[in-house]
T-cell receptor, first 116, second 109 residues
């Protein structure tokens, strides 16, 4: 089915462990994004990617690593998880038609990560 | 950087009209999104404004003034199911798609 999927949906890990959250989209959208959402902070941009092999830092990149070897995949890695990284993580991809002035950001269902 | 401001909370009565404001400061403006998010769920798309003016979609309308760095989301004929957070996001040239903190709307009977 077409769409954007995240895995795992739920993850519990321990401080210091490496964790990778996967994101896969079937539309071949160029732009993809990773956000974290915490109470009181809303959605905060971690990293984004404009195309395969092009990634850029967002608002809160520290402690995270991303890669984009293929257009459809945009994994997010926490190299050494900390308790402050306990959060809900959303992946998203963007479609935008500058001629028609339309656009939409499609979100995955989210990955709830708990770091003990 | 970007600065996006929305009220934190609003309360409105079922059947009424509510306006949720969003002000922003950014460079290289490309467009502004509004999203709805129910607790425990992913955000869902409401609107995308690129040009100045009002766009209407059923009970929801969104307005943009680029010169004022201002947008609002207008919800008419409020229903209980409209209780949710409403998120404003700016698509800009520098750091694209930064969201405001969201406005939590409570619809009461």
């Amino acid at each position: 089915d077409a769409g954007i999927t995240q895995s795992p949906r739920y993850k519990i890990t321990e401080t210091g462990r490496q964790v990778t959250l996967m994101c896969h989209q079937t539309w071949s959208h160029s732009y993809m994004f990773w956000y974290r959402q915490d109470l009181g902070h809303g959605l905060r941009l971690i990293y984004y990617s404009a195309a395969a092999d092009i990634t850029d830092k967002g608002e809160v990149p520290d402690g995270y690593v991303v890669s984009r070897s293929k257009t459809e995949n945009f994994p997010l890695t926490l190299e050494s998880a900390t308790r402050s990284q306990t959060s809900v993580y959303f992946c998203a991809s963007l479609t935008r038609d500058t001629t028609a002035n339309t656009g939409e950001l499609f979100f995955g269902e989210g990955s709830r990560l708990t770091v003990l | 950087g970007q600065n996006i401001d929305q009220p934190t909370e609003m309360t409105a009565t079922e059947g009424a009209i509510v306006q949720i404001n969003c002000t922003y400061q950014t460079s290289g403006f490309n467009g502004l999104f509004w999203y709805q998010q129910h607790a425990g769920e992913a955000p869902t798309f409401l609107s995308y404004n690129v040009l100045d003016g009002l766009e209407e979609k059923g009970r929801f309308s969104s307005f943009l003034s680029r010169s004022k760095g201002y947008s609002y989301l207008l919800l008419k004929e409020l229903q209980m199911k409209d209780s949710a957070s409403y998120l404003c996001a700016v698509n800009s040239g520098n750091t694209p798609l930064v969201f405001g903190k969201g406005t939590r709307l409570s619809v009461i009977a």
